[in-house]
């Protein structure tokens, strides 16, 4: 006979392991910190597996009461869709979408997307959160934003997510105007750039992993890199005042290049395409205002790709 598990329960976990203390847990949910133990034996008991560790460092999760907690995240994720499907649908074009944005896509294709998103439907609030994937993909797996739009994989790698395409961008190396590289002759390749200085996004992301490939397949080591960071602004100002290189799309330097301040350096390989694209949770549903700034979205990325 299958087990019912109360949703109310699986909060109370999830706010414990959020905590790492009953008794923190217990304040903020208002009741008191044995009834909030006694709820969660019972949920034991009615699963007959241990969720949490109780010592000296508080409230540890064991395997199952983390699979759990990332289960009651969904759930929550998926009634606070629901709710607002429900206010979506009562009033027309209004509600709220909350994306997460990559930088590349921030400069651009996001802006020219929600002013349209403005123009046909003002009635709808957005919250943008901006962050690489390594931020980006955890927010939409734990339902903290509606969608993600950023760099996507050619093929599923997450069987929680799935993804939507949108259009392609080029990276390059990416110079300040009157580096000393951009006055070479000809093409440049992989043992030009060894010696350089890097500041780059760190090695999870697409990017990343895209430039080790240049040095490898030229049968060199990836350079040594002393700076790496999760923040776009800062790869492009260092850029703007030194020596140092990046690797960065193109669509990130977009009005940089138009007034002549970041430079792309011309490479013997071939230029590395990146899918852009949108991330959503495999079995979430999406609420109206969402799918609004979505449609728009593939709108303004098919126009890219003309």
Same mark, same amino acid.
């Given at each position: 006979?299958?087990?019912?598990?109360?949703?109310?329960?699986?909060?109370?976990?999830?706010?414990?392991?959020?905590?790492?203390?009953?008794?923190?847990?217990?304040?903020?949910?208002?009741?008191?910190?044995?009834?909030?133990?006694?709820?969660?034996?019972?949920?034991?008991?009615?699963?007959?597996?241990?969720?949490?560790?109780?010592?000296?460092?508080?409230?540890?999760?064991?395997?199952?009461?983390?699979?759990?907690?990332?289960?009651?995240?969904?759930?929550?994720?998926?009634?606070?869709?629901?709710?607002?499907?429900?206010?979506?649908?009562?009033?027309?074009?209004?509600?709220?979408?909350?994306?997460?944005?990559?930088?590349?896509?921030?400069?651009?294709?996001?802006?020219? %997307?929600?002013?349209?998103?403005? !123009? *046909?439907?003002?009635?709808?609030? &957005?919250? =943008?959160?901006? /962050? @690489?994937?390594?931020?980006?993909?955890?927010?939409?797996?734990?339902?903290?934003?509606?969608?993600?739009?950023?760099?996507?994989?050619?093929?599923?790698?997450?069987?929680?997510?799935?993804?939507?395409?949108?259009?392609?961008?080029?990276?390059?190396?990416?110079?300040?105007?009157?580096?000393?590289?951009?006055?070479?002759?000809?093409?440049?390749?992989?043992?030009?750039?060894?010696?350089?200085?890097?500041?780059? %996004?760190?090695?999870?992301?697409? !990017? *990343?992993?895209?430039?080790?490939? &240049?040095? =490898?397949?030229? /049968? @060199?080591?990836?350079?040594?890199?002393?700076?790496?960071?999760?923040?776009?602004?800062?790869?492009?100002?260092?850029?703007?005042?030194?020596?140092?290189?990046?690797?960065?799309?193109?669509?990130?330097?977009?009005?940089?290049?138009?007034?002549?301040?970041?430079?792309?350096?011309?490479?013997?390989?071939?230029?590395?395409?990146?899918?852009?694209?949108?991330?959503?949770?495999?079995?979430?549903?999406?609420?109206? %205002?969402?799918?609004?700034?979505?449609?728009?979205?593939?709108?303004?990325?098919?126009?890219?790709?003309?």
């Amino acid at each position: 006979m299958a087990t019912t598990i109360d949703v109310g329960r699986l909060r109370q976990l999830a706010l414990i392991v959020r905590e790492r203390s009953f008794s923190k847990a217990a304040e903020s949910l208002g009741i008191s910190q044995p009834a909030l133990s006694k709820s969660i034996r019972s949920l034991e008991r009615s699963l007959g597996v241990q969720l949490l560790e109780r010592g000296r460092f508080g409230a540890i999760p064991t395997t199952f009461g983390l699979a759990l907690v990332r289960h009651a995240d969904a759930i929550d994720a998926e009634l606070r869709s629901a709710e607002q499907e429900v206010v979506g649908l009562r009033v027309a074009r209004t509600g709220h979408v909350c994306v997460g944005s990559g930088p590349s896509e921030a400069t651009r294709l996001l802006p020219i %997307a929600l002013n349209r998103l403005r !123009e *046909r439907a003002p009635g709808i609030n &957005v919250t =943008v959160l901006y /962050g @690489l994937n390594e931020a980006l993909m955890p927010m939409v797996k734990h339902g903290e934003v509606d969608f993600a739009l950023s760099s996507i994989p050619p093929r599923p790698l997450d069987p929680d997510l799935r993804q939507v395409r949108l259009h392609e961008d080029r990276a390059a190396v990416i110079a300040r105007s009157g580096h000393p590289l951009l006055g070479r002759r000809g093409s440049l390749t992989a043992e030009h750039l060894v010696d350089q200085r890097w500041i780059l %996004a760190r090695t999870p992301e697409l !990017e *990343r992993r895209a430039l080790d490939d &240049v040095f =490898v397949e030229a /049968g @060199l080591e990836p350079p040594h890199v002393s700076l790496e960071t999760t923040s776009a602004v800062l790869m492009k100002t260092m850029v703007m005042q030194s020596d140092v290189l990046t690797f960065l799309p193109r669509e990130l330097i977009y009005w940089e290049e138009r007034a002549g301040l970041l430079s792309a350096l011309k490479l013997a390989a071939p230029s590395w395409h990146r899918i852009v694209g949108l991330t959503l949770r495999s079995r979430g549903g999406i609420n109206p %205002a969402a799918q609004a700034l979505m449609d728009i979205l593939r709108e303004v990325g098919g126009e890219f790709s003309r």
